[in-house]
């Protein structure tokens, strides 16, 4: 398929099947933004409903964000280590041998499959945004680096989502972690500006 094809166009199901089966362009895409489910342990659905407003039959389930080790964790750690790049098979297989084959090696290993295709499709002048919270953010950014490279990494956003809450025992969780990594060093930035406040002038 090729780029001008593709364009415009909404795909559903899981992505990892699409970018293989539908053949997207390598060097294609310019920007990724990406928000992963965090193995919050629900399951989102998609409802299409019909003109009418009537529920449809086509009630597709998105994803199911619950991992749990099994065959295909581990047909995909396979694939992932022995036709991935080394630098990635190497920290995926590190982080194997740290957690154990558990929930959370489930969740990096989905993690590692996808992001390989998304470096493969994206432009040399593109860049990658990654949404995630503290559950998995510090293993989510070993595997950016073992991707695009530690010196693709610009910047970690901290995205302030609700005011301070706490429990009796620790502080509450109010923030989530964008990361931001370019494919190369002549990605794509649009600085946008805005007007002084009345303060400053």
Not at 75 to 90: E, M, Q, Y
Request: proline fraction near 4%.
């Amino acid at each position: 398929m090729t780029a001008e094809a593709w364009k415009n166009q909404l795909f559903f199901g899981d992505n990892l099947e699409i970018f293989q089966k539908q053949h997207i362009p390598m060097s294609s895409v310019d920007l990724v933004y990406l928000d992963p489910p965090f193995n919050s342990k629900a399951s989102y659905n998609v409802l299409f409903a019909e003109k009418s407003g009537e529920s449809s039959a086509a009630q597709i389930t998105a994803f199911e964000d619950t991992w749990r080790w099994g065959l295909e964790s581990e047909n995909t750690f396979r694939d992932v280590v022995t036709g991935g790049s080394k630098k990635l098979a190497d920290i995926l297989q590190a982080l194997r041998d740290f957690l154990g084959t558990n929930d959370m090696m489930a969740y990096l290993t989905m993690m590692a499959a996808r992001l390989a295709e998304l470096h493969r499709v994206l432009k040399p002048t593109g860049s990658l945004y990654l949404h995630c919270d503290p559950t998995a953010s510090h293993y989510i950014k070993m595997l950016l680096d073992a991707v695009f490279g530690p010196k693709r990494f610009l910047a970690e956003i901290v995205w302030k989502r609700t005011s301070a809450h706490s429990s009796a025992r620790r502080p509450g969780p109010v923030h989530d972690i964008i990361f931001f990594y370019s494919k190369s060093a002549t990605y794509t930035w649009n600085p946008l500006f805005t007007g002084y406040q009345g303060r400053y002038l």
